[in-house]
């Protein structure tokens, strides 16, 4: 009986802490909209589309990527153990969320008429080209290159959805 209270105990922590995590993003989402509305004046879908994607990469490649450093410098055990992997998933998990926020209200706010499709790509080739090359070195060369592909293509689709920069009047729908 006393077991059965542990796992309840356990299970009620796990989600209290996940709870706690998405609340912690959510935050952090709101500050990071406020620090780039102060640097660059006014946001736009396009800029809120490329700062959620960068946020996506490091949410993929955060976890992975010191998990593998970790197995360079000792190849039989996890450096840290449990807590420093589980603290790294919740970062991965802030950063997720974070990312989320941000596909999330994009619709919110308007286009830029000056962000072409080419200018996204360049303002995203290089961390893009960053995170294949970590995760075709150190990590899954075939996975990598298929998530960067989908990846692309998921850019390519948020795009799609930008909000239209043309005005209609009124009733003439």
């Known amino acids: 009986m006393s077991e059965r209270l542990t796992d309840y ?18 935050n952090l989402a709101t500050f990071v909209l406020d620090r780039i509305k102060k640097k660059m004046g006014n946001l736009s879908s396009d800029i809120i589309i490329s700062v959620g994607f960068f946020f996506l990469l490091g949410g993929l490649l955060l976890l992975p990527f010191i998990t593998a450093l970790f197995a360079f410098a000792d190849s039989f055990s996890l450096i840290g153990k449990m807590p420093m992997h589980l603290t790294l998933v919740a970062l991965s998990v802030i950063l997720f969320s974070i990312a989320e926020d941000l596909f999330r ?3 919110n706010y308007p286009r830029n008429p000056d962000w072409t499709v080419s200018k996204h790509f360049l303002v995203l080739i290089i961390p893009l080209l960053v995170f294949w090359l970590i995760g075709v070195l150190f990590l899954s060369p075939l996975f990598y290159s298929g998530l960067t592909i989908i990846l692309v293509l998921f850019y390519l689709f948020a795009l799609k959805c930008r909000p239209s920069s043309r005005k209609t009047k009124s009733g003439t729908g």
């Open 105 to 107: 209200v994009f619709k």
């Open 9 to 26: 105990l356990f299970v009620a922590i796990v989600i209290s802490i996940i709870w706690l995590l998405f609340r912690l993003s959510g």
